[in-house]
């Protein structure tokens, strides 16, 4: 009888865990590492470029770089820290954040620093993705996780004579921490979210302060203050009370989206407001008055921006730079400015979402070549056609309105998710449909069409051609549902063995066939 019973019980599932290549040790990734070891999922390797972790928060070092976002939205949910001092912290604070999280939680061994991937292919007949580094090593993987981010490959303006400036320059996530503005005449490029924190810091020590403004920005004020001692220990003693904080400041940026669409006018008169308090120049205001609606571009959050602006040493020039010469930059109108040093607050390359890395998937099929009319993924992770391989803050997952930790930590709860499924079913490979991809993409770009992102201006949301690429133009809330569990009929699943040939292992191609 028992005998008869072991006989009908199904075969325990006795596969190994897939291995799994993550790629950068910022955010996106230490997050998926956490979650893969909450999944009792330890054969990952996390592959850092640098020397350190920390993302977009080790690259940018410039003065006054801190987070918009107010930290009980800018950590993990599953840790909360009630010891901060503020409410927008800096980047420091930030990276010693995720420094200590990567050590909680026994990650350290699972980096390899110095490892910058250049190139990942996908093998069919085995389900495994072989990974070059930049070193010369190579590696495999079941799958590939990839949390390069959005914001850390600099991005130089196409000026000429750029290279001839007999001054110093630099790009503000380059910052040249040896150079004495003390006094100097600089010039700022650009008045994106960098420069709006470094500015302020520039014009306290500068002579002179430049900023060439292509388009001006909608820059409201920041409710930032110190935590009182005892708010800390409240949060010690009781920490659910981080969460409730955490929910007020997460329904209020979907309210913020809410705004963006219904009453963009409340945010120009909020904005105009701060700028009439602190700038008297008619002129300059109306250099720094933007001529497109709030949300357009990023919104941004600033407290000494405005006081920065009504400084008399500090001038707007919205004249085109036709070129920069050996003493400084000559505008359209031929006019020299001459100045010390040029600083480049000119943003990021985020249209290329891996960079310069080369992935190849099924039948030598190029990642980049796919995405040359824009990128596009569906939940901003997944490529038909590229098995196994999963993006982090990918295509339309950029935020304008809440806290990118968000979307991140429903990523890797999905991709977490996707590699218990390749265990349990003992899978080769799992590839998203291509009918599905066409779905997705259509109900993004049908979603971001009707949004303020497309509403006219120019931003580094969208290319050239006027597709939005990287921004998720809904409640955030809504993409929480879409991700919270795969739908795994959204994928062609290829098991590892084929039953029908006596257990022999099967290349997808004869999985097909079988099917």
Known sequence: ??????????????????????????VSGICTGVKLKEAGIEDFTIYEKASEIGGTWRENTYPGCSCDVPL???????????????????????KKYLESVVDKYGLRDHIRFNSEITEANFEERTGLWHIACADGSRHTANMVAAGTGQLHRPIWPDIQGRETFQGTSWHSAEWN????????????????????????????????????QRSASWVLPRPQREFYSWERALYRAMPWLMNIQRWKIYWFGELLFRAFHHSGDKIKEMANEEMELYVDDPVKRQKLTPDYEP??????????????????????????IAEIELQGIRTNDGKLHEFDAIIYGTGFDTMHFLGPMNVTGLAGRALQKEWQTGAEAV??????????????????TNLGHNSIIFMIECQANYIRQCAEKLKEDDLLYMDVKQDVQAVWNERMQHDNANSVYASGCTSWYKTESGKVTNNWANYTFKYWWHTRRPDFAEYTLRPRRDRSEGGMEASGAEAAAAQ
């Open 1 to 26: 009888m028992a005998l008869a019973e072991a006989a009908r019980a199904p075969a325990r599932n006795t596969a190994p865990s897939p291995s799994v290549a993550i790629i950068g040790a910022g």
């Open 72 to 94: 009980h939205m800018y950590q993990f949910s599953f840790d909360m820290r009630p010891d901060w001092s503020a409410k927008f912290v800096g980047a420091q604070d930030i």
């Open 177 to 212: 921490h040896g150079y004495d503005l003390k006094g100097k005449r600089v010039a700022v490029i650009g008045n994106g979210a960098s420069a709006i924190q470094f500015v302020p810091e520039v014009a306290k020590e500068a002579g002179e302060v430049t900023i060439f």
């Open 295 to 320: 949300g357009c571009k990023r919104v941004l959050f600033a407290n000494d921006w405005w006081p920065a602006m009504g400084e008399d040493h500090v001038d707007v020039v919205t004249e085109a």
């Open 379 to 396: 939940y901003g992770m997944t490529v038909n056609g590229f098995p196994n391989f999963f993006l982090l803050y990918g295509p339309n």
